[in-house]
């Protein structure tokens, strides 16, 4: 049987460069983010800790499927999604380099779009921000993400807490990945309540039972 995957987000709060280079052309200057973007085998504050195999195995998928081809966009602030939104897209990742148990970034700020001119506005004004990774995974009883799939690497408002983590969990959505590597929402919630209403005749209840399982398995 397949493992249901949550919804996690993970928030480092190191500080990030600020970097401002003269383009090629009359495109202007391009500005970058660069810092710690990942960070494994380090508890957080709720005593969870991602293994670094794991990682090195989502990032070097993520590296080959989105960054090598452009596509590895990060929003700004988390949504409740897996879904990346290019409607709230501030940065283009370029590079992650694992040094360690830590992963290094670096990003292009997308200067011309709504947020990534949201995003430099506030850099250049020194408001300090997170990055924050978006993925599904696996919470085995030691509290380990033993399982995981990164989605992308968000920018967030630093926590105010201490530490260096925070973390957010859609506990009540789960996940799965199919053979081909694609996250697919479960529609536990959709089949628990239609199982709820199921009508009192026999042979009602009987056919709605089966399309109700029957619907819930074309979903995962």
């Given at each position: 049987?397949?493992?249901?995957?949550?919804?996690?987000?993970?928030?480092?709060?190191?500080?990030?460069?600020i970097?401002?280079?003269?383009?090629?052309?009359?495109?202007?200057?391009?500005?970058?983010?660069?810092?710690?973007?990942?960070?494994a085998?380090k508890?957080n504050?709720?005593g969870?800790?991602?293994l670094?195999?794991?990682?090195?195995?989502?990032?070097?998928?993520?590296?080959k499927?989105?960054?090598?081809?452009?596509?590895a966009?990060?929003?700004?602030?988390?949504?409740?999604?897996?879904?990346?939104?290019?409607?709230?897209?501030c940065?283009?990742?370029?590079?992650?380099?694992q040094?360690?148990?830590?992963?290094?970034?670096?990003?292009?700020v997308?200067?011309?779009?709504?947020?990534?001119?949201?995003?430099?506005?506030?850099?250049?004004?020194?408001?300090?921000?997170?990055?924050?990774?978006?993925?599904?995974?696996?919470?085995?009883?030691?509290?380990?993400?033993?399982?995981?799939?990164?989605?992308t690497?968000?920018?967030?408002h630093?926590?105010?807490?201490?530490?260096?983590?925070?973390?957010g969990?859609?506990?009540?959505?789960?996940?799965m990945i199919?053979?081909?590597?694609?996250?697919?929402e479960?529609?536990?919630?959709?089949?628990?309540?239609?199982?709820?209403?199921l009508?009192?005749?026999?042979?009602?209840?009987s056919?709605?039972?089966?399309?109700?399982i029957?619907?819930?398995?074309?979903?995962?």
């Open positions: 049987m397949k493992k249901s995957l949550k919804l996690i987000c993970e928030t480092a709060t190191y500080d990030l460069a970097i401002e280079e003269q383009a090629n052309g009359n495109v202007g200057k391009k500005l970058k983010i660069r810092g710690p973007y990942i960070v085998e508890r504050g709720n969870r800790k991602y670094t195999p794991v990682m090195e195995k989502s990032v070097a998928n993520f590296q499927d989105l960054i090598s081809t452009s596509r966009v990060g929003e700004l602030n988390h949504p409740t999604s897996i879904d990346v939104n290019y409607n709230n897209a940065h283009l990742i370029t590079t992650l380099k040094e360690s148990n830590t992963w290094l970034g670096e990003s292009n997308l200067l011309g779009t709504t947020k990534g001119d949201l995003l430099a506005g506030l850099l250049n004004n020194g408001v300090r921000v997170g990055m924050s990774t978006r993925g599904v995974g696996n919470i085995n009883e030691h509290k380990e993400v033993d399982e995981y799939k990164l989605i690497v968000d920018v967030v630093e926590p105010s807490g201490p530490g260096c983590f925070m973390e969990i859609l506990e009540s959505k789960n996940f199919n053979e081909h590597g694609d996250i697919v479960i529609a536990y919630e959709k089949l628990a309540q239609e199982l709820m209403n009508p009192r005749h026999s042979d009602a209840r056919i709605q039972i089966a399309e109700a029957r619907s819930f398995l074309t979903q995962i």
